[in-house]
T-cell receptor, first 109, second 116 residues
Framework: GQQLNQSPQSMFIQEGEDVSMNCTSS?????WLWYKQDPGEGPVLLIA?????ELTSNGRLTAQFGITRKDSFLNISASIPSDVGIYFC?????????FGKGTSLLVTP | SAVISQKPSRDICQRGTSLTIQCQVD?????MFWYRQQPGQSLTLIAT?????????ESGFVIDKFPISRPNLTFSTLTVSNMSPEDSSIYLC?????????????FGQGTRLTVV
């Protein structure tokens, strides 16, 4: 599969802070997706992006599909303890998904 | 979105044995995918299972080790054969959205396998 470079690898923040993570690739993709995985669960889709430059929100989450189609970022505003988990970017080139290595988010009250 | 049920949710198995994981979807889907997630790692695609044809395996995965069945449009199984401790992972079934964008994927809760 094609490699997605996701950063940061982990984040340790206080409740109320904003969070930003991103994914980059040397390849062009048609779709960027962001997932959250809680311990013992499968990944849950948070946001899907379909068009270069697209900016989409889902509650406190905002994600953008990079204009070059090679990157995407996810922002979480005003973090809360239940935001804890691992966040994965994924990109689809028309076949199956390629996944980033994940960003582990810890939020302290 | 589709509702995906995976069984078992976890198992501890002896090396040399085989385990079959089941994936049931609440709607008909064309393609089902099987992923492996090794401890602390990201998801790696094992194979794509299409109904009525042999599964398509990704590089590094072979049918003898991970045989897959796809008897109908709502069900698939993945077998992990002749297991070794290196097979200890979470195995995830995934489908594309049956009603919406076919590039969105949804996952079962996973099967946590420990081989001792």
């Amino acid at each position: 599969g094609q490699q997605l470079n996701q950063s940061p690898q982990s984040m340790f923040i206080q409740e109320g802070e904003d969070v930003s993570m991103n994914c980059t690739s040397s390849s062009i993709f048609n779709t960027w997706l962001w997932y959250k995985q809680d311990p013992g669960e499968g990944p849950v889709l948070l946001i899907a992006l379909y068009k270069a430059g697209e900016l989409t929100s889902n509650g406190r989450l905002t994600a953008q599909f990079g204009i070059t189609r090679k990157d995407s970022f996810l922002n979480i505003s005003a973090s809360i303890p239940s935001d804890v988990g691992i966040y994965f970017c994924a990109a689809n080139s028309g076949y199956a998904l390629n996944f980033g290595k994940g960003t582990s988010l810890l939020v302290t009250p | 979105s589709a509702v995906i049920s995976q069984k078992p949710s976890r198992d501890i198995c002896q090396r040399g044995t085989s385990l079959t994981i089941q994936c049931q979807v609440d709607s008909q889907v064309t393609m089902m995918f099987w992923y492996r997630q090794q401890p602390g790692q990201s998801l790696t695609l094992i194979a794509t299972a299409n109904q009525g044809s042999e599964a398509t395996y990704e590089s590094g995965f072979v049918i003898d080790k991970f045989p897959i069945s796809r008897p109908n449009l709502t069900f698939s199984t993945l077998t992990v054969s002749n297991m070794s401790p290196e097979d200890s992972s979470i195995y995830l079934c995934s489908v594309e959205d049956p009603w919406g964008k076919d590039t969105e994927a949804f996952f079962g809760q996973g099967t946590r396998l420990t081989v001792v």
